[in-house]
């Protein structure tokens, strides 16, 4: 990967025709008559009428996509008032950033601004009309770096997006407060993937929010928006499931007249390929992604409440109970974060369950006939409580068994050895006879509140502190593991224990 420490590119111009750029300049411009100029070499010049009655102007051309960045040096001025203004251009005269130059900085540099090969214009003029101006002398440089990794300006809509290839790093900046300098980008997915958006930038002076980033799909509806704080350098947004298609991305300053930043930022589409994501947008049930029975999908909520749907679709062939299952990472708080929704083919409601922060895995059991069916992800909470963390959803048939301890043939026996007083561990003598078990055997104790723990691998027992000498019932069941259950049952044996004093 190249490393990109360049500088931007050239700039402006004011205009041939003002109605036709679409912005007042302080003087007509003809282009016709800029000078020449070569990249990476200084030029000096000044304004020697002042105010907006002179202005210089400068024709640079470059042969491959790059980046640019002026560099504009003048001598220290009276005030911090802004003396020139540098104006960058395209080769049809349209503006594409400007660069204050204020009195109390002895060097200026513009907003890096990534280029297309072509030709641009630069413009120098005083930044104020019948106010603060000088007649110094100015240095200028239009410095170049050859490049395919940034945006290419003016990439202002969805027509003129930058393409950008998966899996690289790609720069740009935001000049211009609010959306009034946009940057978009387009990529194309050659196959369904999970998709990962990374933008970091440099740490800002506060926590506000400082760029907005939208996600669209091919026909321009919007996927994803995602704000950035300026409290955080590195930002991942939420992952998104993806069918094969073109996408577009919409990167622009989050205020229009508060905060902003010129600073380059760094974006990455982390892609991998993945038919076991949710497709978005896959928001009501003819777009639900479809999914196969005992198989773990994957997705995401990244909008609160019910402004962002996850729709999934499964058939069964024959009528049984099956489990929907719903899996998170913890997120440490009691409060409902998502809630899942089953409807049947004629979309109605059969069943529901909120997921709490504090619960991984939750579970819909519910007897469906032959058919189609339908699950809704929504966040819980429209206001308030949300979380972009992946899930997981599977569907599984719900496999019943009969309880191989309450099966023929089948013994539970239990030995101890003598139990030295306040010790909580003894040596098991006999192992535990559960033939074909499935699943974990666990042993929980049925009289009273005293708890016995067994460890089939160690062969250690566990007994609670200051166990008193007596007899005791263990019940020895077998846990249901996955989308196995059992029937009720299980062996009861009764076990004494003789503390050595």
Known sequence: MKKIISVLVSAVLAITSIMSIGFSAYAATDFSKAVNINVNTPISGNITNGSNYEQDIYRVTIKDNGVFIINMKTPLQADAKSYWRVLLYNGEYEKITELAVYGNKASTDAVSTGVAAGTYYVIVQSAEAYSVKSTDTYNLSVNYEKTNYWEKELNENFSTATEIALNSDYYGSTDDAGNYEKDYYTFSLPSAEAVTINFNVPLQANSKTYWYI????????????????????????????????????????????????????????????????????????????????????????????????????????????????????????????????????????????????????????????????????????????????????TVNELIVKNNPLTAKGKTVKLKYSKLKKNKQTIARKKAIAVSNAKGTVTYKKVKGNKKITINKTSGKITVKKGLKKGTYKVKVKVKAAGNTYYKAGSKTVTVTIKVKK
């Open 214 to 393: 939208y996600l669209y799909n091919s026909e321009y509806k919007e996927i994803m928006a995602y704000d950035v704080q300026g409290n955080k350098s590195q930002n991942e947004l939420p992952t998104v499931g993806l069918p094969a298609g073109r996408y577009y991305l919409r990167i622009h300053s989050a205020g229009a007249y508060s905060v902003m930043s010129t600073d380059v930022y760094t974006l990455r589409l982390a892609a991998q390929v993945s038919d076991v994501w949710e497709k978005e947008l896959n928001e009501d049930f003819a777009s639900a992604t479809s999914i196969n029975l005992n198989t773990p999908y994957y997705g995401t909520t990244h909008a609160s409440g019910n402004k962002e749907k996850d729709f999934f679709k499964f058939t069964v062939s024959k009528a049984n109970s099956y489990i929907v299952n719903f899996k998170t990472s913890n997120l440490n708080n009691s409060e409902a974060y998502w809630k899942v929704y089953l409807y049947d083919g004629l979309y109605k409601e059969i069943a529901s369950l909120d997921i709490k922060g504090n619960t991984t895995s939750n579970n819909i059991v519910k007897y469906l006939s032959a058919g189609t069916y339908y699950v809704k992800v929504v966040s819980a909470n429209s206001y308030n409580l949300k979380s972009s963390s992946k899930y997981t959803l």
